[in-house]
């Protein structure tokens, strides 16, 4: 696949949910896109699917990650979108375990793929960086002090970005999503798919191509138009604790 013919995305945690999503609607817009999580069989199957490039990636680990941007020729797009949730324990119950591998997900390996891809991104005359947080990076919740800080830090460490860079070719956008429902609740619960299921009943949750749409949308606008941040949950959700439920 050309590098000089066609724009480059990667998307991270790209193997279910709104990873996955994303790299359908991005190779629908014209990109060539690197998908990039650990389950590779699940990534060749959606790489065969969308004439995408599959590679294995643990964000979590700093050797991955170089190993994973040295084989990237290219990068336009980076969608930093591997994260999650583990447990819900009230702060004196937490389990260190469980706060390490969400602040080593969500706030590392954001900054070890955003760190490592930043060059190549700026080298393509217009970059962008996209950055899938939550509404959890806005607001706290009991139980919820491990998945909440570690979003505040991501958000905190993307929003920087957007200073630290002005003047040069490149976009940041972080996207902000309430209820989607994914594999997320079951990884924080565990795989127990009933207690996964209650988080969304009686409610119409976001799926994970909703998000991906509003992703799709914000890289395809002109070089010259930066969207900063993109809350978007369900009607059906007010905030991180409050949902209408039918």
């Not at 950055?131 to 920087?160: I, P, W």
Request: a negative charge.
């Amino acid at each position: 696949m050309s590098t000089e013919t066609q724009r480059w995305a990667v998307v991270t945690g790209a193997s279910a949910g709104i990873g996955a999503a994303t790299a359908r609607t991005l190779a629908d817009a014209g990109f060539h896109v690197v998908l990039g999580a650990r389950r590779t069989d699940r990534l060749s199957a959606l790489a065969e699917e969308v004439g995408g490039t599959a590679l294995p990636l643990d964000v979590t680990d700093q050797e991955s990650v170089t190993a994973f941007a040295e084989r990237v020729p290219r990068c336009d797009v980076l969608v930093n979108n591997a994260g999650g949730a583990k447990g819900l324990a009230k702060v004196v119950e937490a389990d260190e375990a469980d706060w390490r591998w969400m602040w080593e997900t969500n706030v590392l390996g954001t900054l070890r793929l955003t760190r490592a891809l930043l060059p190549k991104l700026v080298e393509s005359g217009d970059g962008h960086v996209v950055t899938v947080t939550s509404v959890a990076a806005d607001e706290v919740y009991d139980n919820g002090s491990g998945y909440t800080s570690a979003k505040h830090a991501q958000s905190a460490l993307h929003r920087t970005l957007r200073g630290e860079h002005l003047g040069e070719p490149v976009r940041f956008t972080e996207v902000v999503p309430g209820l989607v429902e994914t594999e997320f609740s079951e990884v924080r619960f565990g795989g127990d798919t009933e207690r996964a299921a209650a988080v969304y009943q009686g409610l119409t949750p976001l799926t994970g191509e909703d998000v991906a749409d509003v992703i799709g949308f914000a890289v395809t606008r002109p070089a010259h138009v930066n969207l900063d941040r993109i809350v978007v949950k369900p009607r059906d959700q007010h905030s991180a604790t409050r949902a209408h439920r039918r």
